[in-house]
């Protein structure tokens, strides 16, 4: 069964950091990863899907990397800013039902100028 | 334009009524879903159509009833309210051939007195 956990529950981090996210998955036969951020009282917004057969992704400041044989992924921040805080959350989809997101338990990420 | 609109965006409501969340989305995606947040922010899935089949039924009451009129549109009826139904339900949805990234409105947050 798979399990996803992410680390650490919680960041409180100055502006300008750059930081790393940490997202573990117990099955290795995934088909891709996707990780979202919510903001409080919104629905999520996805930031990068990275498939099986990537390494990593980059959109903009982000950067998502993914090592399947080890069952990590992190996405990476670079020089954050307050409007980065919101909850990041990584979802993994097995190979076997491509359908289905499992979801990490998230961090909270808090961004102080 | 939203993709993936819900309504109503709050629901307040007595225990043992019956009530519908509304789900549409104008992407043209083939699949649909409905997930649950729980008050520890865990989300989980309960249930996936796909072009008006029912794919996924994770272990959710048969108190809860998903219909799909037509491929953009997945409404969740609940039965007999309870309690612990309290959540914020969100719709999402996805096309295969775009490796089922998900798209997620923006929920509904459903309060059981």
């Given at each position: 069964k798979q399990e996803v956990t992410q680390i650490p529950a919680a960041l409180s981090v100055p502006e300008g950091e750059n930081l790393v996210l940490n997202c573990s998955f117990t099955d290795s036969a995934i088909y891709n990863l996707q990780w979202f951020r919510q903001d409080p009282g919104k629905g999520l917004t996805s930031l990068l899907l990275i498939q099986s057969s990537q390494r990593e992704q980059t959109s903009g400041r982000l950067n998502a990397s993914l090592d399947k044989s080890s069952g990590r992924s992190t996405l990476y921040i670079a020089?954050?800013?307050?409007?980065?805080?919101a909850t990041y959350l990584c979802a993994v989809r097995n190979t076997y039902n491509t359908d289905k997101l499992i979801f990490g338990t998230g961090t909270r990420l808090q961004v102080f100028p | 334009d939203t993709a993936v609109s819900q309504t109503p965006k709050y629901l307040v409501t007595q225990m043992g009524n019956d009530k519908s969340i509304k789900c549409e989305q104008n992407l043209g995606h083939d699949t649909m879903y409905w997930y649950k947040q729980d008050s520890k922010k865990f989300l989980k899935i309960m249930f996936s159509y796909n072009n008006k089949e029912l794919i996924i039924n994770e272990t959710?009451?048969?108190r809860f009833s998903p219909k799909s009129p037509d491929k953009a549109h997945l409404n969740l009826h609940i039965n007999s309210l309870e309690l612990g139904d309290s959540a914020v339900y969100f719709c999402a949805s996805s096309q295969e051939d775009t490796y089922n990234e998900q798209f997620f409105g923006p929920g509904t947050r459903l309060t059981v007195l």
């Open positions: 020089a954050s800013q307050p409007g980065d805080s | 959710v009451p048969n």
